[in-house]
């Protein structure tokens, strides 16, 4: 169990999963570059917060939901929390809301500028914020949903045990990366031309691939060939 002041935003388990050197950059070394990607996520989380709240006779919708988990070390905010009445009597399953009579049963959705990604970072994130619902009400939560704007639609997941290994692991791995206040070497890879934090990162100077040196000399030929 961690302590509160030992919490890490629950967000950065996205960083972690997409590179463990871009982490380590925004929340070792307390760097951060925004492009148009990142700027767009941040606008459409903020106008997802800034909706009503939603209530319906077998519905009940929060927005900016504060979570926490002293087992993860995580804390951060959830886009939306569905609440869905348990219809089923004598099922014992749900939580109780205030001013509401019955079970309800949590269902989280994150909200998502782009496409599903091949990594999974956007299930972890999901699936990281049903855990700490589950220790914070404790009740099950099963399944969520990841709403991406641009194809206008949700995807449901199961937070089945593969799903919550890996966010488990990712969470520890998160841990372990700050406290050893290690940012790890730069590798060049494909995905590098989408991080806003290239720039900073510099992966083809500072991966092992190539040396400083001969990265210099590249830029110096190619600048001398354009004067030619």
Not at 88 to 97: E, I, M, N, T
Not at 134 to 146: I, N
Request: with cysteine.
């Amino acid at each position: 169990m961690f302590d509160e002041d030992q919490l890490l935003p629950l967000s950065a388990l996205q960083h972690m999963i997409f590179c463990s050197r871009q982490c380590a950059l925004i929340h070792c070394e307390g760097q951060w570059v925004e492009n148009a990607r990142t700027q767009e996520g941040r606008i459409l989380h903020e106008n997802v917060d800034q909706l009503s709240h939603e209530t319906r006779d077998d519905l009940r919708v929060a927005r900016g939901v504060p979570l926490q988990s002293l087992e993860l070390g995580l804390s951060g905010r959830a886009d939306v929390v569905e609440f869905h009445r348990v219809a089923a009597r004598g099922q014992q399953v749900g939580c109780r809301l205030p001013k509401a009579e019955g079970l309800w049963r949590p269902f989280p959705v994150e909200y998502k500028r782009g496409r599903p990604k091949p990594n999974r970072s956007d299930e972890v994130q999901l699936c990281a914020q049903a855990l700490c619902l589950e220790e914070m009400l404790y009740t099950p939560v099963r399944r969520g949903a990841l709403f991406y704007a641009r194809r206008k639609g949700r995807s449901e997941v199961a937070f089945d045990a593969s799903l919550r290994r890996l966010t488990i692991d990712t969470a520890k791995r998160l841990h372990d990366l700050i406290e050893s206040r290690i940012t790890p070497r730069a590798e060049r890879e494909p995905k590098c031309r989408q991080c806003s934090m290239i720039d900073v990162c510099l992966p083809s100077a500072t991966g092992p691939r190539r040396s400083a040196s001969r990265y210099l000399e590249e830029i110096l030929s190619t600048a001398l060939g354009d004067l030619a």
